[in-house]
């Protein structure tokens, strides 16, 4: 099959990408749809499609495109949202490794926290046996937030990701549940923090202190939920903790946490045993070849039951008035 592109039409719009790929017109199977998405010959707008966007749904008017002779793509390693040595693994090359990792689990244990399991212990383990070398870290997320996280398998390839990181070129989406009501619905949160050592927390500052370092986060509310919010928010910097402090800074606690604590206490906290954030989406750069990767992780089932619990009692709530 030649390369080729389609237009969706009115009729069509709303179907999942793979199901739409699959009618008889255009790659005639499910399994050939996926098979393409898989090898990168996938494209909406000049923008790659992954595995993760397999169920995005086609609107009216967009171009689709099948480039089948895409250099390389025949010989590409990727292993798609499948479990390996208690790894949930989103995507595998030659370069890197992208990981849907669990709450509760370390993604790079200190001296400190020597002997403690964690992510990249998990990685190291994992390709070891396949003779590759140790995982080189990119970046990271807190213990306690589950979602995405990159390593890097050559040196090349962990410096080009770091750059990117460095650049603030990579989008990072988090989802998080908050006590409140934000206002404006969408913005902008601008803040200077510093590291503090001693305690190992972030602490609010002007900008001219001698270690104050920028934290900008774009945050919009997705949807009111009683006395909480769920917010989707996009990080421009990527400072540790930073979602966290910046909410409780403005009496948005989120729902579980333990460090950060608004001045305005929730009256009635929700039970939930972590902080409720979770790193829904990341887009980078492919080290080798500069073309875009996109990887989605879904909601871990803590963090959709508790969603379910406020929209239950919100629901309740209202019909009651």
């Given amino acids: 099959m030649n390369d080729q592109s389609w237009q969706v039409g009115k009729e069509e719009e709303g179907l999942r990408l793979d199901k739409w790929l699959a009618a008889a017109s255009r790659l005639g199977s499910r399994s050939r749809a996926l098979e393409a998405i898989e090898r990168g010959k996938v494209f909406?707008?000049?923008?790659?499609?992954?595995?993760?966007?397999?169920?995005?749904?086609?609107?009216?008017?967009?171009?689709?495109?099948?480039?089948?002779?895409?250099?390389?793509?025949?010989?590409?390693?990727?292993?798609?949202?499948?479990?390996?040595?208690?790894?949930?693994?989103?995507?595998?090359?030659?370069a890197l490794l992208v990981i849907n990792k669990p709450a509760g689990l370390l993604t790079i244990a200190t001296?400190?926290?020597?002997?403690?399991?964690?992510?990249?212990?998990?990685?190291?383990?994992?390709?070891?046996?396949?003779?590759?070398?140790?995982?080189?870290?990119?970046h990271r997320i807190d213990r306690d937030t589950s979602g995405l996280v990159v390593f890097a398998k050559t040196p090349e390839a962990q410096g080009h990701l770091k750059e990117q990181f460095f650049k603030r070129m990579p989008k990072r989406i988090y989802q998080a549940i908050v006590y409140g009501h934000p206002r404006p619905e969408s913005g902008t949160w601008r803040d200077y923090l510093w590291w503090d050592e001693k305690?190992?927390?972030?602490?609010?500052?002007?900008?001219?202190h001698p270690h104050a370092k920028e934290a900008i986060s774009h945050y919009r509310v997705l949807e009111e939920l009683g006395p909480t919010?769920?917010?989707?928010?996009?990080?421009?910097?990527?400072?540790?903790?930073?979602?966290?402090?910046?909410?409780?800074?403005?009496?948005?606690q989120l729902v579980g946490e333990q460090l950060y604590l608004a001045?305005?206490?929730p009256r009635r906290p929700v039970e939930f045993h972590r902080q409720a954030l979770h790193a829904l989406r990341l887009e980078f750069r492919h080290p080798a070849?500069?073309?875009?990767?996109?990887?989605?992780?879904?909601?871990?089932?803590?963090?959709?039951?508790?969603l379910g619990?406020?929209?239950?009692?919100?629901?309740e709530k209202k019909g009651r008035k």
Avoid: C
């Fill in 44 to 94: 909406i707008a000049d923008m790659e499609m992954t595995v993760a966007e397999a169920g995005r749904r086609v609107r009216a008017g967009e171009t689709v495109r099948l480039w089948m002779s895409r250099p390389g793509s025949a010989k590409r390693k990727a292993f798609i949202q499948k479990r390996d040595a208690g790894l949930h693994i989103v995507y595998e090359d030659d």
């Fill in 111 to 138: 001296d400190a926290q020597a002997g403690e399991a964690s992510l990249e212990a998990g990685v190291g383990d994992y390709l070891r046996p396949k003779g590759k070398r140790r995982p080189l870290v990119v």
């Fill in 199 to 208: 305690f190992l927390i972030q602490r609010p500052t002007r900008e001219h």
């Fill in 229 to 252: 919010s769920l917010l989707e928010i996009s990080l421009v910097t990527g400072k540790q903790h930073q979602i966290r402090v910046q909410a409780a800074l403005r009496n948005h």
């Fill in 263 to 265: 001045e305005r206490q």
């Fill in 289 to 306: 070849d500069e073309r875009r990767l996109k990887f989605e992780a879904p909601q871990p089932e803590d963090f959709s039951l508790l």
């Fill in 309 to 315: 619990k406020l929209r239950g009692e919100a629901g």
